[in-house]
């Protein structure tokens, strides 16, 4: 079942943070996350275990919540380079990851 | 190093025909996915393989059919082809291992049936 992200889109000025989540109704052994650049292909960011780890790459990091099968994605002080779309992408234990509707970021100067 | 390649990149395909999308990767990935992407949506998975000689459906099969004879290539087949398959499809393979492992995708290859 495809999991629940939010919000659908978000505008931000430079410097301004912002967060995305994934739900799923389904146990989750993992979370992935992506970001996708208009003609592109999805690029991963990070992906996070079954434990409640949180992980984070300069200034984007994201969260896993086993009991509530929620991840959350934190973009702190957003730069235009962060523009695009957001998934993420959920895998029940199966190895078949099945992807959100994504989350699109737009950033201003 | 080459990553996932596919080919074509563009096709335009009239009601009925069918075509073959090719996909073929150099990491030794394990595990292969088909995707499919529609304008302004989400990915899709159509079907997804573990190993050689082993494919499984994913969550919009119909339509579509696969094979994966060597580790290397996983091409997705379509038959008969419908206005409801235009769409952007991306290939992607990882190591599967425990865990789940990164995608890692093609460029992509765009398809309009007309």
């Known amino acids: 079942q495809q999991p629940v992200q939010s919000p659908q889109a978000v505008i931000l000025r430079e410097g301004e943070d912002a967060v995305i989540n994934c739900s799923s109704s389904k146990a989750l052994y993992s979370v992935h996350w992506y970001r996708q650049k208009h003609g592109e292909a999805p690029v991963f960011l990070m992906i996070?275990?079954?434990?409640?780890e949180q992980k984070g790459h300069e200034k984007i990091s994201a969260s896993f919540n086993e009991k509530k099968q929620q991840s959350s994605l934190y973009l702190t002080a957003s730069q235009l380079s962060y523009s695009g779309t957001y998934f993420c992408g959920t895998d029940t234990g199966g190895f078949k990851t099945i992807f959100g509707a994504g989350t699109r970021l737009f950033v201003k100067a | 190093n080459a990553g996932v390649t596919q080919t074509p990149k563009f096709r335009i395909l009239k009601i009925g025909q069918s075509m073959t999308l090719q996909c073929t990767q150099d990491m030794n990935h394990n595990y292969m996915y088909w995707y499919r992407q529609d304008p302004g949506m989400g990915l899709k998975l159509i079907y997804y393989?573990?190993?050689?000689?082993?494919?499984d459906k994913g969550e919009v099969p119909n339509g579509y059919n696969v094979s994966r004879s060597t580790t290397e290539d996983f091409p997705l087949r379509l038959e008969l082809a419908a206005p409801s398959q235009t769409s952007v499809y991306f290939c992607?393979?990882?190591?599967?291992?425990?865990?789940?492992?990164?995608?890692?995708f093609g460029e992509g290859s765009r398809l309009t049936v007309l």
């Open positions: 393989s573990v190993g050689a000689g082993i494919t």
């Open positions: 996070l275990l079954k434990g409640g």
């Open positions: 992607a393979s990882s190591f599967g291992l425990a865990g789940g492992q990164a995608l890692f």
